[in-house]
């Protein structure tokens, strides 16, 4: 299969500053085609943020309403969704104004219409050719029931197929482009927890680090300014470091005290999550006992991160130090990541845990997530990794450590 020619018109060219060239978007694009006719869709509307950017690089705090993406085997894709955001699309889509459609604003949060009513009656009903066999991204947070239930509705003789991660597999390996924007993501998460460790304090009221952690994130570095993330930051302290997934609260930083922080740098909607922990005061000798066997347990690991091996044998590298040495962690230790949207910054196809067989390619991007949660604290040493030829390359340069502030 051939892809589709991509033609945007002079005026457009001018005023649209998209993140990548044209022909990288003509081979994503011509990736996903092919995907989609491996399984017989004819159509495929893709509803993720993430997936919608990497196809045609729109970018916009839109997804809140139903919004998709309408990609067939023979046309550029068209971007539906509300109409005032339609002037959004124009400003960050490689597509012609023909190919975006807006739907009124009555059908917003509407009782008894649905925006997918008006994506069947306005665009899909009068092009027979699409209506064999759709795609839809079913277990995707953006997709909801009611717009499966409209979809059915206004399309009763269509054969649905279940695409969730059909895009999302498309974007496993990287391109040089999206490495160098991962790059800068390293140079901020980087600087971000520098600025933790140079400022944190016992009495410090945790929103007003959590203020700090997002200033150096969006201030960026190096010259390059930073995005929001796709998930705050996590920031809990003693007992509530035992929770993976605790934010802050307005309360002042206990002396003789544990916080990890789980943060990313974010450039042009690429994200670099990286973790480190930081302890105020003298810590116990069960959490030093720990940061020396998850640190073995991240270069055995590392060290099995290579093309060939699986994400599987990535895990066992790790789960077999830490098992030794004490520790379990029933949870994965890792997973794919790259451009995202809120809620999550990864990429939701394959993760580091036994029975995940996928193999690791050149290009490949992951958050390497060792992270423990015991009874009285919690620790996270993270790291963001690039598949290579030759292994597993960290993308930042934080010490893999526990931070000591006495």
């Known amino acids: 299969m051939q892809a589709h020619?991509?033609?945007?018109?002079?005026?457009?060219?001018?005023?649209?500053?998209?993140?990548?060239?044209?022909?990288?978007?003509?081979?994503?694009?011509?990736?996903?085609?092919?995907?989609?006719?491996?399984?017989?869709?004819d159509l495929l509307i893709v509803t993720d943020p993430s997936n919608m950017n990497w196809l045609t690089g729109y970018d916009g705090w839109s997804f809140y309403t139903h919004q998709c993406l309408l990609v067939s085997l023979d046309q550029d894709p068209i971007w539906f969704g509300r109409e005032m955001d339609g002037n959004g699309a124009r400003r960050t889509v490689y597509m012609s104004d023909d190919h975006?459609?807006?739907?009124p604003d009555i059908y917003v949060q509407a009782v008894d219409l649905h925006p997918m009513d008006y994506l069947c009656a306005e665009l899909i009903a009068a092009r027979p050719a699409w209506q064999g066999r759709i795609g839809v991204e079913m277990d995707n947070y953006y997709f909801s029931a009611a717009a499966y239930a409209a979809l059915q509705r206004n399309l009763?003789?269509?054969?649905?197929?279940d695409a969730t991660g059909l895009v999302n597999w498309q974007r496993a390996i990287?391109?040089?482009?999206?490495?160098?924007?991962?790059?800068?993501?390293?140079?901020?998460?980087?600087?971000?927890?520098?600025?933790?460790?140079?400022?944190?304090?016992?009495?410090?009221?945790?929103?007003?680090?959590?203020?700090?952690?997002?200033?150096?994130?969006?201030?960026?570095?190096?010259?390059?300014?930073?995005?929001?993330?796709?998930?705050?930051?996590?920031?809990?302290?003693g007992k509530d470091a035992t929770a993976p997934h605790l934010t802050w609260t307005d309360d002042p930083i206990p002396s003789d005290s544990v916080t990890f922080f789980e943060i990313a740098g974010c450039y042009k909607r690429y994200h670099c999550p990286q973790s480190r922990t930081v302890y105020l005061g003298r810590p116990p000798e069960d959490l030093l006992r720990a940061e020396r066997v998850v640190v073995d347990g991240i270069?055995?690991?590392?060290?099995?991160?290579?093309?060939?091996?699986?994400?599987?044998?990535?895990?066992?590298?790790?789960?077999?130090?830490?098992?030794r040495g004490g520790f379990n962690k029933a949870s994965r230790?890792?997973?794919?990541?790259?451009?995202?949207?809120?809620?999550?910054?990864?990429?939701?196809?394959?993760?580091?845990?036994?029975?995940?067989?996928?193999?690791?390619?050149?290009?490949?991007?992951?958050?390497?997530?060792?992270?423990?949660?015991?009874?009285?604290?919690?620790?996270?040493?993270?790291?963001?990794?690039l598949i290579t030829s030759d292994g597993a390359e960290p993308l930042c340069r934080t010490p893999r450590k526990l931070f000591v502030k006495d």
């Open 174 to 237: 990287k391109s040089p482009r999206e490495i160098e924007y991962m790059r800068v993501a390293a140079r901020i998460v980087e600087r971000m927890h520098a600025h933790i460790f140079d400022i944190i304090q016992p009495g410090m009221r945790k929103n007003y680090l959590a203020a700090q952690i997002y200033m150096a994130g969006l201030e960026g570095a190096d010259g390059f300014g930073g995005d929001y993330p796709a998930i705050v930051p996590m920031v809990p302290t």
């Open 100 to 103: 975006i459609v807006g739907y």
């Open 156 to 161: 009763p003789q269509t054969a649905w197929v």
């Open 333 to 385: 230790c890792g997973y794919s990541i790259g451009a995202s949207y809120p809620p999550d910054w990864g990429e939701r196809t394959m993760s580091f845990r036994a029975g995940d067989r996928s193999v690791l390619m050149p290009g490949m991007t992951f958050h390497f997530m060792p992270a423990l949660w015991e009874k009285d604290w919690g620790l996270e040493i993270t790291e963001a990794i």
């Open 5 to 41: 020619a991509l033609v945007l018109d002079d005026v457009k060219a001018d005023s649209v500053r998209l993140p990548f060239d044209r022909e990288e978007y003509a081979q994503r694009l011509q990736r996903t085609r092919q995907a989609m006719d491996a399984r017989g869709i």
């Open 299 to 323: 270069a055995a690991a590392l060290d099995k991160a290579r093309p060939g091996n699986t994400c599987e044998d990535v895990a066992h590298a790790f789960l077999n130090v830490l098992n």
